[in-house]
């Protein structure tokens, strides 16, 4: 008598054993694609770009020669402190002048006058108008045959002569200046609104009632509270400037005889107008340093800001 086997238990599935990814690990693997992306289109472009100013490179020609330091010490012990200079001048002028516009128009709107909403957004105007557009009004506006401004004045008597703001090197700075004034004013003047509004209104009326003016306030309760907001308001700004090139090469082209030349202006001058992508780059390499540093200044006070 024969007996059947007992049937055989299917063997239990299989699991996996091997370890999890950690949370660095499982990060780095989202941002992956990113990364890729990140140092195709920027960072090998930059150290491309970076390696050529260590070769004589003309647009013109093929092929290239290894020189080594000579492009960068081509600006060092030429033309490179004059251009920072004209690039520091700008720099302050283009950020604390509409700085100061912006902040008084932005105390202006936080009294609560009548009409603060219709001003605010017409003074948003300059602001939104792309920076050739406005380079191109001021140029019709700093003319010296056909200007306004020449015009306004001569029929006031306060000059007797046009003056040719654009192509006289005293004026030609100060009119960029002005140029770039108004375009940039109404963004800071929204960010300084935006933090005045923060300012808890008890703290005025506290100092009030101690007997403390307008001035007083503003240097014992305004200040304080809003110096966080001015501090990144003027390095950011300070950084746009420093780079800044449409309105200056639109009004001036880095001229009268140079004494308008920045940095962007420069860099593109020698690469587009002298065919010299090399000492261009070297240029451009000095001038990022120095850009690093200003990065450098703003993320140390924002972490300061985040941490206070």
């Known amino acids: 008598m024969s007996t059947a086997a007992p049937p055989q238990k299917a063997p239990p599935p299989r699991q996996w054993t091997g370890g999890r990814l950690s949370n660095g690990a499982f990060a780095l693997l989202l941002t992956a694609p990113g990364l890729a992306l990140f140092a195709a289109i920027i960072f090998y472009p930059l150290l491309s770009a970076l390696f050529t100013g260590?070769?004589?490179?003309?647009?013109?020609?093929?092929?290239?020669?290894?020189?080594?330091?000579?492009?960068?010490?081509?600006?060092?012990?030429?033309?490179?402190?004059?251009?920072?200079?004209?690039?520091?001048?700008?720099?302050?002028?283009?950020?604390?002048?509409?700085?100061?516009?912006?902040?008084?128009?932005?105390?202006?709107?936080?009294?609560?006058?009548?009409?603060?909403?219709?001003?605010?957004?017409?003074?948003?105007?300059?602001?939104?108008?792309?920076?050739?557009?406005?380079?191109?009004?001021?140029?019709?506006?700093?003319?010296?045959?056909?200007?306004?401004?020449?015009?306004?004045?001569?029929?006031?008597?306060?000059?007797?002569?046009?003056?040719?703001?654009?192509?006289?090197?005293?004026?030609?700075?100060?009119?960029?200046?002005?140029?770039?004034?108004?375009?940039?004013?109404?963004?800071?003047?929204?960010?300084?609104?935006?933090?005045?509004?923060?300012?808890p209104r008890e703290l005025h009326e506290a100092a009030s009632m101690d007997g403390a003016g307008s001035i007083r306030r503003f240097f014992a309760v305004t200040w304080p509270q809003v110096r966080g907001v001015a501090s990144i308001v003027l390095l950011l700004e300070f950084i746009w400037n420093f780079q800044h090139f449409d309105t200056i090469y639109v009004l001036t082209g880095g001229g009268p005889a140079g004494t308008t030349e920045t940095f962007a202006t420069a860099v593109y001058q020698t690469?587009?107008?002298?065919?010299?992508?090399?000492?261009a780059t070297a240029l451009g390499g000095l001038w990022m340093l120095l850009l690093l540093l200003l990065v450098a200044v703003y993320l140390r006070i924002t972490e300061r800001k985040g941490d206070a």
């Open 54 to 199: 260590f070769f004589k490179q003309d647009l013109r020609l093929p092929g290239r020669e290894f020189v080594g330091l000579d492009n960068f010490t081509y600006w060092l012990d030429g033309d490179f402190l004059t251009i920072l200079e004209q690039t520091l001048i700008f720099t302050v002028g283009a950020t604390l002048v509409p700085f100061a516009l912006g902040f008084a128009l932005a105390l202006a709107l936080n009294t609560g006058l009548r009409g603060s909403g219709f001003l605010r957004g017409l003074f948003l105007f300059p602001w939104v108008i792309p920076g050739v557009v406005v380079s191109f009004l001021w140029m019709w506006i700093f003319n010296a045959n056909y200007g306004v401004l020449n015009g306004v004045l001569m029929e006031t008597g306060i000059i007797d002569e046009s003056v040719p703001w654009l192509g006289r090197p005293g004026t030609a700075m100060l009119a960029v200046i002005v140029t770039k004034t108004w375009a940039s004013f109404p963004w800071m003047m929204v960010m300084l609104l935006a933090g005045l509004q923060t300012v």
């Open 271 to 279: 690469a587009f107008k002298g065919f010299d992508i090399g000492r």
